[in-house]
């Protein structure tokens, strides 16, 4: 579960990007983000994987405190999220096979692991037939599918897609949230960063507008389930290292 | 069994670093070399004028001369006298003795003491002149032999002035004139100056040179992290730790460190051996000690200035880029 209570962040150059944000993402949840740009959602997505801190408030990532969260912690944390980004960021000069790999090699999982792992998670994304290809010679929509397995491989709860879709042509759009959705329901947290109003409108899901550093509507989706209070009085840091 | 395949994992990906980066490799690789190579020579020159210095015949060396004894005939009185004198000091100082040539060897920081009779130095003194000696046929080395017997001193080469001078007092004391003992003392202490002097000027610039690769080194380390930005900050998303994104770097930069020591190693050996002993060769004054007397050290400093230089470089450049 994710839980943000009164959180702001402030650039050091005085910039409020987010204030007093309450917010609840259930395990599970697919959840919308959208806002125009410059209204916080990037800064909410470097928060959720520890890139920036939080100014002020509390934030829970499961058993991470992310508001005491200590810097040698941060790796443990961004193993438990995969993370696709608008721009990929893949490796150009690895295959296919070896960029999905590396993330597992990271983590220290053994040889014979990676070997079972990667092609299942490949075939998984729908590009176990591209293994050996270098993503600078594929689609936009094919390097996004890498990005995805990559953030998929390693098992995390969490997945945060800052616009998946914005470097893709519309048809392949629909076959990346289509993808997303699938791996929602393999028991993951989705959060989905996008400016792309149709996909949005098209999914019945919960949608969190933020404008201004503040969230000015929470639609949750027909069948999302209701928000549970929450309980931190057991959230202890050590409880995230064991 | 998981920490070694990591390690394999991360020599792998740092030697693939070198050739990914092929630019920016060798002109660390360039730098390395031309610092290495620069350093060496200077202090291979340096040393070689050290060791010049210490081999300069005399400087080092301390003579005592010896008084003739006294003419039997001279008169009963003088010859009294001269009973005097031998019964008040235990040391004979006109003869070679044995007592006295112990008891100089003796003193501190003396390591040869060699007795040089009034014969041997006609004959030394002789052979020197070679064919200019016509005019010491007037002198016979038995009968008229102006010249006088010594005691030759050789003292340790590290020994400093004031201790010199303390071994020519101890002579003195033991009954010897001080206008007899000639030495060098001046001549000592300014080669030790200039030896100081020359040993200071050296590990300045060593030290300066040292400063100046590892900048330069640290700046096309930054230069080679800069355009694999990227790459690291794909590392840190993944939940890669400091010392995982760090150690391809690590170990790129060493490998590039030890490479650029054999060659700058390589590149030494023929610069010495070909292009400075070559030209030094021409004064047949000067020694040249073997390249074999370096090789060890040499290999030994350009190895730890490369591994250092590669380890440190990397290290200090990569911080900005974990704050991902």
Redesign the interface.
């Known amino acids: 579960m994710i839980e943000l209570k009164n959180v702001s962040m402030i650039y050091p150059n005085g910039n409020a990007a987010l204030r007093n944000i309450d917010l609840t993402i259930e395990d599970n949840e697919f959840v919308f983000v959208v806002g125009q740009s410059g209204a916080g959602k990037t800064t909410l997505t470097k928060l959720l994987i520890a890139e920036e801190r939080v100014s002020d408030g509390e934030m829970y990532i499961n058993d991470f405190r992310m508001h005491r969260l200590r810097r040698y912690k941060i790796p443990k944390l961004r193993r438990s999220i995969g993370m696709v980004f608008q721009d990929f960021r893949l490796f150009d000069n690895k295959t296919v096979y070896e960029n999905v790999a590396f993330a597992m090699r990271v983590v220290g999982a053994r040889p014979s692991e990676i070997k079972k792992r990667v092609p299942h998670v490949l075939s998984l994304v729908g590009l176990a037939h591209r293994a050996k290809s270098y993503p600078d010679k594929m689609s936009g929509g094919e390097r996004q599918r890498i990005a995805i397995a990559r953030a998929l491989v390693n098992n995390p709860d969490i997945i945060i897609a800052d616009e998946p879709t914005g470097n893709i042509d519309p048809e392949m759009s629909k076959a990346i949230f289509e993808l997303l959705m699938r791996i929602n329901k393999m028991d993951k947290t989705i959060i989905v960063v996008t400016h792309d109003h149709n996909m949005v409108n098209y999914y019945n899901k919960r949608v969190i507008k933020i404008e201004n550093g503040h969230i000015v509507s929470d639609t949750p989706a027909k069948a999302a389930p209701a928000p549970a209070e929450p309980e931190h009085a057991d959230k202890e840091e050590e409880g995230a290292e064991q | ?2 920490l070694i ?2 390690f394999f ?1 991360h020599i792998g990906q740092g030697i693939k670093g070198i050739f ?1 980066n092929p630019i920016m490799s060798t002109a660390s690789l360039l730098v390395l070399v031309c610092c290495m190579v620069v350093t060496g020579t200077f202090a291979l020159i340096i040393d070689n004028i050290n060791k010049n210095f210490e081999a300069l015949d005399d400087v080092n060396k301390m003579i005592v001369w010896l008084d003739d004894a006294p003419e039997a005939e001279e008169g009963e009185e003088s010859g009294e006298s001269a009973e005097e004198s031998k019964e008040e000091n235990e040391y004979n100082l006109h003869e070679y003795d044995k007592k006295t040539e112990d008891a100089i060897k003796a003193l501190e920081h003396v390591v040869d003491v060699v007795f040089m009779s009034k014969q041997e130095a006609f004959e030394e003194f002789k052979q020197s002149e070679g064919s200019d000696a016509e005019f010491l046929d007037w002198f016979d080395a038995e009968e008229n032999n102006p010249l006088r017997a010594s005691y030759r001193i050789t003292f340790a080469s590290d020994t400093d002035t004031e201790n010199i001078r303390y071994i020519k007092k101890a002579i003195a004391e033991m009954g010897f004139n001080e206008e007899n003992i000639d030495e060098n003392i001046d001549l000592y202490d300014n080669l030790i100056n200039v030896k100081g002097a020359l040993t200071t000027i050296a590990l300045w610039l060593l030290a300066v040179l040292f400063v100046i690769s590892l900048f330069i080194i640290m700046n096309s380390t930054r230069l080679g992290l800069h355009s694999r930005r ?2 690291i ?10 010392s ?1 994104v760090r150690a391809p770097f690590v170990i790129e930069g060493v490998v590039i460190g030890l490479v650029s020591a054999a060659i700058a190693l390589g590149i030494e050996y023929y610069l010495y051996t070909q292009v400075i002993s070559g030209v030094i060769r021409q004064y047949e004054a000067i020694v040249i000690a073997p390249f074999t007397d370096y090789l060890l050290v040499l290999s030994i400093a350009f190895a730890f200035i490369g591994v250092f230089a590669g380890l440190f470089g990397s290290v200090i450049s990569i911080r900005k880029y974990l704050k ?1």
């Open positions: 069994m998981k395949n990591t994992f990914r990227e790459e900050q794909i590392m840190r998303y993944v939940g890669a730790t400091n995982f991902v």
